[in-house]
């Protein structure tokens, strides 16, 4: 059971937000941080803040006698002196509960206690659990921050944050086991998936497609085997960043919005120095590259329906509500439509919605990518 090939994805969950161009603490954009993963003291939560508690329900199905490794990473904030401005940073911290049988904790839950010295100590515990579904093991990860905080009620967020656990999430391995994805879980595990009830954070798999033996619960929404472009030099911590256009934005910034940024934050200063040093080459990689689409396992998708194709949809990503009632449904292909990154989407008329023709006749349609769609085999 490793994590190491979960972690470049867990630092990404980590940092995202962490400091937001243009990366200088007197940045208005700056001055509202920390907002995925903020699990807050309960006084703060129970006058309104962020939530105090974070759970990750999910499946096992056993091979044996399984056992699962437990991390839970998080940043502790302290404050710190800046050149310009206040300026809050981040410490990692984990909690690790290791080679953590099943079955045990079926019978008898186990709590963690943590404590970690700061401004006010950040205390609280994990919680483990486990139940039987049938054929499958339900684990519970539960977090909860007990972190004094008698001033709540007349404190500002910048107080409660740095009491809280911030971009918390859970990093889970298991042996003699595979855990099963409860974004498009197998026919046999549906049952069980809709037991699991997740707060604040979603249980995806990570690794190669097909793989079943980690998972990285994220409170920023991913999709199974998440992956970061390889085109990407480094981390920008913005919330949905564009690697090209966040490096020409920083190329603009004035010598001293640069000494600013530099100076407030070791993250910031590394960003600084990569976009000052990119070179021609790597610059032209960021502009960006057509991919193949990719299915679960990892096979590329070869097969693109065309107009007039008969199809039945089978929605894995989950978009929106509209996906629930749709699944399963026939289809027929109206048109096939492409982005500027080269995307393909597929535009479709539902065969059994009264109003399919009146949509179509001026332009709306639902839209898949090609391989949420399963081709019916025409007749004769």
Not at 129 to 146: D, Q, S, W
Not at 306 to 317: H, N, S, T
Request: with cysteine; charged share 30%.
């Amino acid at each position: 059971m490793s994590f190491e090939r979960a972690r470049r994805i867990a630092d990404a969950v980590l940092y995202e937000g962490y400091i937001l161009y243009p990366y200088r603490p007197s940045a208005t954009k700056n001055r509202f941080r920390w907002q995925f993963g903020v699990v807050a003291p309960r006084e703060w939560s129970e006058v309104g803040g962020d939530p105090w508690e974070m759970q990750t329900e999910c499946l096992v199905e056993p091979a044996g006698l399984p056992l699962v490794d437990v991390t839970i990473r998080f940043l502790q904030v302290r404050a710190k002196d800046s050149v310009s401005a206040e300026w809050d940073e981040g410490i990692e911290r984990s909690i690790d509960c290791r080679s953590v049988a099943v079955e045990e904790i079926v019978t008898s839950a186990r709590d963690v206690p943590f404590e970690f010295p700061g401004e006010a100590p950040l205390t609280g515990v994990v919680r483990l659990a486990a139940e039987r579904l049938g054929t499958f093991f339900k684990l519970r990860v539960r977090i909860e921050n007990h972190t004094a905080f008698p001033d709540a009620a007349t404190a500002d967020r910048s107080a409660a944050m740095r009491r809280a656990l911030v971009g918390c999430h859970t990093l889970l391995a298991a042996k003699a086991g595979g855990f099963v994805s409860l974004i498009d879980p197998p026919a046999a595990a549906r049952d069980a998936a809709r037991y699991c009830a997740n707060l604040h954070t979603w249980p995806v798999l990570v690794g190669e497609g097909g793989e079943r033996d980690t998972i990285l619960s994220s409170p920023i929404i991913l999709n199974d085997y998440p992956a970061i472009a390889p085109q990407s030099q480094g981390d920008f911590y913005d919330s949905a960043e564009i690697d090209e256009l966040l490096t020409l934005r920083v190329m603009t910034l004035t010598d001293e919005e640069k000494r600013e940024a530099a100076a407030s934050d070791e993250r910031a200063r590394r960003i600084i120095e990569r976009c000052d040093n990119v070179t021609p080459e790597v610059f032209e990689r960021l502009h960006g590259t057509a991919r193949a689409g990719q299915k679960p396992g990892g096979r590329a998708e070869a097969l693109t329906p065309q107009r007039g194709d008969r199809v039945r949809l089978a929605p894995k990503r989950r978009a929106d509500a509209m996906d629930f009632f749709l699944a399963g449904r026939n289809a027929v292909v109206q048109r096939v439509e492409r982005d500027f990154e080269d995307r393909v989407y597929i535009a479709v008329t539902v065969e059994d919605d009264p109003a399919a023709e009146i949509q179509g006749s001026v332009g709306r349609f639902f839209y898949f990518y090609p391989d949420e769609l399963e081709l019916i085999a025409k007749e004769g």
